[in-house]
């Protein structure tokens, strides 16, 4: 008999929900996770009295009826992680013009054409097709064709472009060319641009990023990221679940061309089933491997881009960003000729976070956190001569550690154009490339939301694979990634592993 029904790679969101609803359908489960904590993305690292937000600065879908508050309403968590709106959408910032935006379509339309008071018209036009194409989304994902009939999935098809006339319009339309159609000014096309956070994004993923300007999509839980995933990672033990901390899975057993387990830390793992939450390429090129896998598969997995990586930087300060009139509310910066100075990186703003206001348990008394985020394209990634996969040393590559260097100083620099006087102040500094991501997570060049939102490379693998027997969760199953993304591939995953 199996040692287990079921192993998860992986305790980040994705791991942690599927191993939930698993656990209480009677199933013997283990999580085998590589770090020392949960949350993968999702986590919160502590230093000196400070808590950092490893990577994700809000999370949408978790206010009444939204889709990450439902599934922790259904695990009985309601009073575990409690989340608060941010008091606001991320702000912009441009050198000359601070942009104060609040949620709503017509106050984010009032703000934007009270900086650009000539493209008034226009931007309400604009925002007027964001908001109908995220309606439309929204619709379209409370319909599961997975789950049609042949006749019905047929009929949906054919009558998709009636219904969802503007998801079949923009779908790979890059959102840059639809600024562009709406907007001439080439500041406020930037300063769009940046709304939408990736490059080259799709307009219908643009829509869905800005729900959290046009609604308020946007919540922050108590007591830092990692509340979410401690509260899922509790649950499950508590009832009867196992999570291996520092313990790697290095290869996926066949037997009989079926999975019948695992190897993780040397120790091999007999299961029924196993899921990898982890990241999907290195899943099947090294866990499973090519051979097992038919060759149009393992050819898409070569070919397709994962999402930008970003260089962080983690900041402890010296003072209370409150009383320097600061609310919470991220900003993004967008300084002038960013690309110019660090053409390889990519991103055109410096994401600016600032989660001790949204929680004061963050920093110790009178301090601050602060946490700066810069894309880095996937170009960059390639450039950069030392691989986050080749093992530990490439930490101490000459190369990489003056990049590192050169990349946070340089974000600090922004930052301080932004808050003079920020440098008088830091305490502590952390600096985060992609390649730190990588280490951490294990996804691919460090990407941050699974595969590319890039118009025209849109792509997500299905939680059934062909491997019998190896299901996948995570945000390689849907596209946007981010965290809603990996709670409903948790749900997705278990379901299809208790259909049998
Ligand atoms: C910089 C950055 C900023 C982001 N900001 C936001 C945001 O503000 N809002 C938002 O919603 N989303 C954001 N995201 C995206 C979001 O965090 C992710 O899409 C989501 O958390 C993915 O969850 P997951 O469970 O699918 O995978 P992950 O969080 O990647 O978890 C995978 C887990 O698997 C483990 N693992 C990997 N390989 C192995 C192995 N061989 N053996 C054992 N364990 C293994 C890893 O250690 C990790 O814990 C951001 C991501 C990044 C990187």
Redesign the pocket.
Known sequence: MAEYDVVI???????LVTGNYLIDSGKRVLI????KY?????CTFGKQGYKFDG??????QAGDGGIVRSILNEFGLDGDVRFDRLPAPPQVWLPDKKIKLSFGRESVVESLSGAFPDESKNLDAFWKEAEATLKQLWRLVKRRPSKMTPAGKLLFNLSFPLKFGKIAKYHKKKASEVIARYLSDESLRLVLQTMGIFQDISFVLYAWFNSVSLEGDAYYPAGGIRAVPDALANRFISRGGEIRYR???ERIVFKDKKVSGMV?NGEEISAGAVVS???AT?TFMN?VGEDKLPPEFVSDLKEWKVSE??F?VYLGLNCNLRERGFDGSPIWYIPKDIDKKFPMLGGRALGIGMPSLLDGSLAPEGKSVLIL?MAASCAFMDACPVRAESGANYRDDEHYKAVKERVGEYMIDIAEEAIPGLREDIDLKIFATPHT?ER????LH?A???WSMAADRQHKLSVNTPAPGLYL???WTMNP??????FV?GKLAAEEILKG
């Open positions: 790679i992986g305790a980040g969101i994705a791991g085998v996770e590589q770090i949960p949350g993968g993305c999702a990577a994700v600065h809000w999370i949408s313990c790697r899975a993780a939450a982890s990241d290195k866990l990586p970003f962080y985020g991501f951490y997570t294990g996804n460090g941050s939301s699974g969760a995570g945000h990634g981010g965290v809603p993304a990996a591939s």
